[in-house]
């Protein structure tokens, strides 16, 4: 299959967010972020934070007011947390 679809650098993905209302105060941060951890998983965390889609769409992409990076990144922490300790727990 060709993919025609060229890839997003991380300052592209950084103004997409922004440019949709989420607050980047630390846009370095932004980057370590999404280097790591990636655009596509952390976009599963920041659903919440989405304006409720207009009729017929899915999704609206658009965050709601003064939606702040770091409450993405400790959800994302918590969910981590989460799984480790349930994951530790099942295997003893």
Do not use: H, N
């Amino acid at each position: 299959m060709l993919y025609d679809k060229p890839p997003t650098s991380g300052d592209e993905q950084i103004s997409l967010l922004k440019g949709r209302g989420l607050v980047c105060a630390d846009e370095a941060l932004v980057r370590r972020w999404l280097v790591t951890v990636g655009y596509y998983r952390l976009s599963a965390y920041w659903l919440p934070y989405e304006l409720p889609p207009p009729v017929g769409q899915t999704r609206s992409k658009t965050f709601a007011p003064d939606t702040p990076f770091e409450s993405i990144v400790d959800i994302y922490t918590f969910d981590r947390q989460l799984r480790l300790l349930v994951t530790e727990a099942i295997e003893r």
